[in-house]
């Protein structure tokens, strides 16, 4: 039993998103689980009707009748509650994976809490906890024992503790009269009484969240978005290695056209940097902390750091692509990927990225604790690795399929890799200094000449080039060019004309080997805002805000892309991109603290 019964498409603008930086869970506003992969973010799933609605894995509670509910999380939390309101009366789910401090250390067990409670009248509801063996699809058998399910076939033990009538457990309809318990649990199972386990674990949970919040840097403006977009990334970090992973799913298209399918449940080097940049503009460190230490590994595996593009969240790199042919897709849309072919590619940004990242720690006091002799030869390496294939043909920031061109975002990130290693060897290894600021200035000296297009009064996306890239957006916030260098401002203006869908962007409008784009990728307007912002247009930058963030899901998450004439999210989702420029936007576009206090 899965959405068969529900009337037309799932929407990714009715999903909520649970987790606890271990793995995570989509939650459907009829109250089902569509997708979770167990023990870990790119584990294989253990529900997902988001991928296959008939023969997908299942955990479903609802109304009797089929309703659907509203969903909205506990203020300033990840915890999510499904309302419902039927004919019988009315109840809630509340949903949760717990976090919280336990003996200095943070307790994120593979654990995931569904407790309902009745509202009013007598709710009459469904059950059905149908989970499948990954990509299989295969039926795990089933073992009741006295208050629990056993699920016998998955590399460990999976168990569902509760108590719930296990008779009610297979989607026969029952009066729910008072407030009852679910523990879904990967390996170690529940010894001790559910309903009180359950309850502390929540009151818990969520003064761990509340506080994490307090503790967050936030504009006067668009304060409960920036506030949910903190809680969603923080939610894509996995602290057992301090990886950051680009997006909770894989193979939700980027357009109804189909094609367009990735496996994004990685990380991308490139990406943490982003997410590491809007973490420390949130005031939050101890993801950038642990980052290092999944780099340093990383690069330790890299001969002559020859790093790829993304890598597993154990920071193994077996990612071979693959199409799993009988899986149906979002919403019948194929194919279903997994893996990811990217980790081939060559993108030259990510060395700059990878500088980009590391530099608070050499720059800021604050972090002065976590400076290390391999940190400083790390950043040095990555540096002049930068310096090495600046100029050189690459996949770029969009993972082109096509033939490969000097990105002109590439060399922007080697110039910024050498750049910012000048400034750090300044302090920290002067006999250094002059090699890196040489390089940048002879790397800057090259995009000017060879992506500067006089025609269009545009940076161009590759060098010699006369197509578009939203990300040279990013040209102001990196101090290529003064913010009211003339070449920039009618960068910005160009891009904002020509790539516009409505008031959002398009990364290009070139055939990049699966047609053109046919709809806006979220982070590039954001972008636009923080540039508008930059150059001194911010009643521009703001009123393009309140367009946008208004068509948002329910709970303010957001995917990769947007159809503005369906008003419609594709995508992957959670997307930490899109996150990440919704964070940069806000404190670009907002005012300071000081001029509304």
């Known amino acids: ?84 309101h039927t004919d019988t009366g009315s109840f809630k789910i509340i949903d949760f994976a717990p976090r919280f401090l336990h003996y200095d250390r943070t307790f994120r067990p593979k654990q995931l809490y569904r407790i309902l409670e009745p509202i009013s009248g007598a709710p009459r509801i469904e059950i059905v906890c149908a989970p499948k063996l990954g990509w299989s699809k295969a039926q795990p058998k089933t073992v009741e024992g006295s208050h629990h399910l056993r699920f016998q076939g998955f590399d460990t033990e999976l168990r569902l503790t509760t108590d719930i009538s296990l008779s ?184 700059g990225e990878m500088v980009m990242a590391l530099a608070p720690v050499f720059l800021d006091e604050r972090m002065s604790a976590e400076r290390s002799p391999a ?78 297009n006089a025609k269009l009064n545009s940076f161009v996306g590759h060098y010699g080039g006369e197509d578009l890239d939203a990300s040279l957006l990013q040209m102001v916030q990196l101090r290529f060019l003064p913010p009211g260098d003339p070449r920039i401002v009618s960068t910005i203006e160009k891009i904002h004309k020509d790539l516009a869908l409505g008031d959002w962007l398009q990364r290009y409008s070139l055939n990049d080997g699966f047609g053109k784009p046919s709809v806006a990728f979220v982070i590039c307007a954001f972008w636009l805002i923080e540039a508008l912002a930059t150059i001194g247009r911010q009643a521009d930058a703001r009123a393009v805000f309140q367009r946008i963030y208004a068509t948002l899901s329910p709970l303010g998450l957001l995917a990769e892309d947007y159809d503005p004439r369906e008003k419609r999210m594709w995508g992957n989702f959670p997307q930490t991109y899109s996150h990440v420029g919704l964070i940069h936007a806000a404190f670009a576009a907002s005012p300071r603290w000081a001029e509304v206090l």
Not at 169 to 198: D, K, S, Y
Not at 269 to 296: K, N
Request: aromatic share 10%; glycine share 8%.
């Open 1 to 84: 039993m899965g959405l068969m019964s529900l009337p037309g498409k799932m929407r990714i603008e009715d999903l909520g998103l649970i987790g606890n930086c271990q793995f995570s869970a989509l939650i459907h506003k009829s109250g089902e689980i569509v997708w979770c992969c167990l023990p870990r973010f790119d584990s294989e799933p253990i529900f997902s009707t988001l991928l296959d609605q008939e023969e997908g894995g299942c955990f479903r509670i609802g109304p009797a009748n089929g309703e659907m509910g509203t969903q909205a999380y506990v203020p300033n939390t990840n915890i999510l509650e499904t309302t419902f």
């Open 375 to 452: 940190a400083l030869r790390l950043m040095e390496g990555l540096a002049r690795k930068a310096i090495s294939v600046s100029g050189k043909p690459d996949a770029g920031i969009w993972e082109y399929r096509t033939e490969w061109q000097p990105q002109t975002f590439s060399n922007l990130m080697c110039w910024a890799a050498a750049d910012r290693m000048g400034k750090i060897a300044d302090l920290h290894a002067p006999e250094h200094a002059a090699e890196f600021h040489a390089a940048a200035d002879r790397i800057h000296a090259e995009v000017l000449a060879n992506s500067w």
């Open 168 to 351: 009610y457990l297979n989607g026969r309809p029952f009066t729910l009269t008072g407030r009852q318990h679910m523990i879904l649990a990967w390996g170690a199972p529940i010894e001790e009484p559910v309903a009180p386990l359950c309850e502390r674990f929540l009151n818990e949970t969520t003064r761990y969240w509340q506080r994490w919040v307090k503790q967050c840097e936030i504009p006067p403006m668009f304060q409960k978005e920036v506030i949910r977009s903190a809680l969603a990334l923080k939610l894509h970090c996995f602290e057992d290695t301090g990886a950051i992973i680009a997006a909770m799913t894989t193979s939700i298209p980027e357009s109804p056209e189909g094609g367009r399918t990735w496996d994004y449940r990685y990380c991308w080097l490139r990406d943490s940097y982003y997410v590491l940049s809007a973490f420390g503009l949130l005031g939050q460190f101890e993801e950038r902390e642990q980052f290092v230490q999944y780099l340093l590994n990383v690069a330790g595996g890299a001969p002559d750091l020859n790093l790829a593009p993304l890598y597993r969240v154990d920071g193994t790199s077996n990612l071979d692509e693959s199409i799993l042919e009988h899986w149906a897709g979002y919403n019948g849309i194929k194919p279903v990927r997994i893996g990811n072919g990217a980790a081939l590619h060559s993108q030259n940004d990510i060395f």
